[in-house]
């Protein structure tokens, strides 16, 4: 229903289905118990399927050696890996014995790797040996040279107090994970492990949780631009996956192909838990995207529907072997993470068969989902807006100077209110005062305007962040960076739009008097240290920089001067 009061008004939902009371194991517990012998995970990189019978198994397996190794309600237990069924197992497994899964980025570099153990005191991590050019064992044996030594019961690190526990495991075979030095665990020494726990001791862990503990830390920026750690609970992300499944209407009949990365909010709550939640099957693709896997996973798979990024979308639209594959029986799924244009948004519908192809929005701190366009909805709702708000959940459009709400249709910052709103940020009171207001209101940071009916229209963003094909990228971190390079007196890092991925990373730097560097050089610096998303595409050198008449830079004139000479360029 939509309240008006003066002019102003906000929208709130009131929720036509009632909220999950369950914590996330005891719901899975009884999805696993109904469709026991339905699939519900295919990983066809890795050749394995699962039957709900049988991942209940494998969690609680996976439960019971987390225990053995000493971990417990609480604990913060890392992931630093690709897609895979092990990926899926921990997640399970961290919310069966109450455990905090921390999620981070397979692309991350040693010193992005570093700032999220510190960040959330990991106790302990969970990794793959490598993936591409990453060699994730060799990035932690140079930050803790203690691997490299004997392990006593428990790891000791100078440089990261709390973490006690490396293990490592090939995706390939876990159980016959090679050691590569002493001081890592293995897969197989977890497994292991769970021989000295019981079944009973399991239960009575679980039985011991409740739905608003803490159980998942994803990072996002923050206010500031630098990495935060989202604190998620069980009710939080539950109810969102739930909501999400509801209403793409899926079934224990449908299979979902993941293309996303788990370690992001879409993979891991919009696509996992959406799945587990009500008994639908996983299909994963591939480790990390790749248009023809997907592809080939839906014709395979007879996958009813494909979440992704519209870049996602574009690539498989794109393949030069689209053609060879029946995609006839997808229907839905949600594309997220930036704007649709018209024409993408129809090929989608026609070409790919998904007629009910939802759009949404929101963000790491509201568990994600917020908004979702409906498949009742024209055409035109599904590309101009993202949408209404989910069920159980309060939007309401503010005046960013007076925090007062606006009139309909009048643009002004984007506010979230309800179970979806996250815990706060993990050692963080400040950032988390500063995010959620007292009266219980999440600032988004992004603009936008709101119709009579709910539906919201995004128009920018207070936030000085960078999407680049659905990846949040917070220029403050790369400008911490680049300052570090020592012919660098200045840096500003900004969006500059691009067709393909919605936008690309632009650096402009200034250099000491009487220094030299070169484009690739600065690129080079920067991707010896930083995700590879993250690297600017574009850097240029300049003596000086548009601003304010207190010496604030304005980015905005930059990404203003930058777009009309790239689009003279062009």
Known sequence: ????????????????????????????????????????????????????????????????????????????????????????????????????LVNINPANRAQELAHALRRSE?????????????????MLAELIPELERPAPAALASGAFPHLKRVVVYDPADPPATRRPYPGFATWGDMLAAAGSVTADALDAHTAALDRDDPINIQYTSGTTGFPKAVMLTHHNILNNAWFAARAMRFTEADRLCVPVPFYHCFGMVLANLACLSVGACLVVPAEHFDALAVLQAI????????????????AALEHPRFREFDLSSLRTGIMAGAPCPEPLMRRVMSEMHCSEILIGYGQTEASPLTHL???????????????????????????????????????????????????????????????????????????????????VRITGRLKDMIIRGGENIYPAEIEALLFTHPEIAQAAVFGVPEPFYGEEVMAWVQLHAGASASEEEIRAFCRERLAHYKIPRYVWFVTEFPMTVTGKLQKFRMREIAAEKLARRA
Not at 122 to 138: E, H, N, T
Not at 299 to 314: D, K, N, Q, S, Y
Not at 422 to 439: C, H, L, V
Request: aromatic share 8%.
């Open 1 to 100: 229903m939509a309240e008006a009061q003066g002019g102003a008004s906000y929208f709130h939902r009131g929720g036509e289905e009632s909220l999950l009371g369950a914590t996330i194991p005891a719901h899975f517990a009884a999805v696993a118990a109904r469709f026991g012998d339905r699939a519900a995970v295919v990983s066809r990189h890795q050749g394995r399927r699962l039957s709900y019978a049988e991942l209940a198994a494998e969690v609680d397996r996976v439960a019971r050696g987390l225990m053995g190794l000493g971990f417990a309600k609480g604990d913060r237990v890392g992931v630093w890996a690709t897609d895979n069924v092990e990926w899926l197992l921990l997640q399970m497994a961290t919310a069966r014995i109450g455990a905090v």
């Open 122 to 138: 990991v106790q302990g991590l969970f990794c793959i040996p490598a993936f591409r050019a990453s060699d994730y064992v060799k």
């Open 299 to 314: 014709h395979a798979e007879r996958c009813t529907a494909l979440h992704g990024v519209p870049t996602m979308f574009i």
């Open 373 to 455: 366009t409906s498949p009742a909805d024209s055409l035109e709702r599904r590309v101009a807006t993202v949408g209404r708000n989910l069920p159980h959940q309060e939007v309401k459009v503010i005046a960013p100077d007076t925090s007062r709400t606006v009139p309909v249709g009048e643009v002004g910052e984007i506010c979230f209110r309800g179970y979806h709103v996250m815990r706060g940020y993990y050692g963080d009171a400040k950032a988390t005062q500063e995010a959620i207001d007292a009266a219980g209101w999440l600032h988004s940071g992004d603009l936008g305007a709101m119709d009579t009916e709910g539906y």
